[in-house]
């Protein structure tokens, strides 16, 4: 998970994203990298946008039911 936040560290900063990027950002917030999960991560988003695949990820996420029950407070200004 790690690795993931790494590279979006990288692109909001302006960078690529390559491994060595990621490996740094990691470093620099006091984790070890895993040099085979950020080959791989690097692998898998080769050619792709970062923000079309979060837009589909976003996507993905609309039909898993998520928080409990729906409460509503009602608030009456005036009384303040």
Do not use: R
Request: aromatic share 2%.
């Amino acid at each position: 998970m790690q690795e993931v936040a790494a590279l979006l560290l990288c692109k909001l900063g302006g960078q690529s994203g390559s491994a060595d990027e990621i490996k740094a950002v990691i470093t620099a917030a006091g984790g070890e990298p895993n040099e085979d999960q950020i080959a791989a991560l690097v692998a898998d988003i080769d050619g792709k946008d970062v923000n079309e695949l979060l837009g589909a990820g976003m996507a993905k996420l609309v039909d898993v039911p998520m928080g409990g029950g729906k409460s509503i407070i009602m608030i009456n200004i005036d009384e303040y």
